[in-house]
């Protein structure tokens, strides 16, 4: 089992629509949980941490479920500029990726 | 805010060429860097931690002798893919940060090596 899993993707959406994204990670002890957003090509970049009460950045709302092992990524009003790849990051020790999920916005 | 700056993005080598990689941060001194790799449609792996002025650590799987790491200042590490064959090819990324080993982390553009 991968240490942290996320939806598989690509995820397709038209603009302004409402995307969600799931991700579960294996260890108990894992102490901190981020959303990074990958570019094409390019480096991943931080877009929020993630709190177990939940947490609102604009249009992007985080959500933990510690006794689930569960994160997920909500976004509100996609934009065409929200295309990415979405990392969960999860931090117990180590900074442990997930493979992302795909997502592109269409007009 | 803190900069990681990475050298250089795009690499095309012919099999058996030593590639070195630069990190550095610009605006902070990283006693800690990390260095990732990730393949396509992968997500990114911890190859190893950079530390500097000792020798880093190497997750499992990675040989110390193929990926050798030199972090000889507090704003420079290097990862040297030695006689490198086609299946290192990848996208390899590092990130350091001013707390060490804390978040955030600072990414640097990441390089894109291509063994032919």
């Known amino acids: 089992r991968k240490e942290v899993e996320q939806d598989p993707g690509p995820f397709n959406v038209p603009e302004g629509a409402t995307v969600a994204f799931n991700c579960t990670y294996s260890?108990?002890?894992?102490?901190?949980f981020f959303w990074y957003r990958q570019d094409c090509r390019k480096e991943p970049k931080l877009l929020m941490s993630?709190?177990?009460s939940g947490n609102e950045d604009g249009r992007f709302t985080a959500q933990l479920n510690r006794a689930s092992q569960y994160i997920s990524l909500l976004i509100r009003d996609s934009k065409l500029s929200d295309s990415a790849t979405y990392l969960c990051?999860?931090?117990?020790?180590?900074?442990?990726f997930g493979q992302g999920t795909e997502l592109s916005v269409k007009p | 805010g803190a900069v990681v700056s990475q050298h250089p993005s795009w690499v095309i080598c012919k099999s058996g060429t030593s590639v070195k990689i630069e990190c550095r941060s610009l605006?902070?001194?990283?006693?800690?860097m990390f260095w990732y790799r990730q393949f396509p449609k992968q997500s990114l792996m911890l190859m190893a931690t950079?530390?500097?002025?000792?020798?880093?650590?190497?997750e499992q799987g990675v040989e110390k002798d193929k990926f050798l790491i030199n972090h000889a200042s507090l704003t420079l590490s290097t990862l040297t893919v030695t006689s490198a064959h086609p299946e290192d090819s990848s996208f390899y990324i590092c990130?350091?940060?001013?707390?060490?080993?804390?978040?955030?982390?600072?990414f640097g553009d990441g390089t894109r090596l291509s063994i032919l």
């Open positions: 990130s350091a940060s001013p707390q060490g080993g804390r978040q955030p982390q600072h």
């Open positions: 990051v999860v931090l117990g020790g180590k900074l442990i």
């Open positions: 605006d902070f001194q990283a006693t800690t």
């Open positions: 950079s530390n500097e002025g000792s020798k880093a650590t190497y």
């Open positions: 260890n108990s002890a894992s102490q901190s």
């Open positions: 993630v709190y177990s």
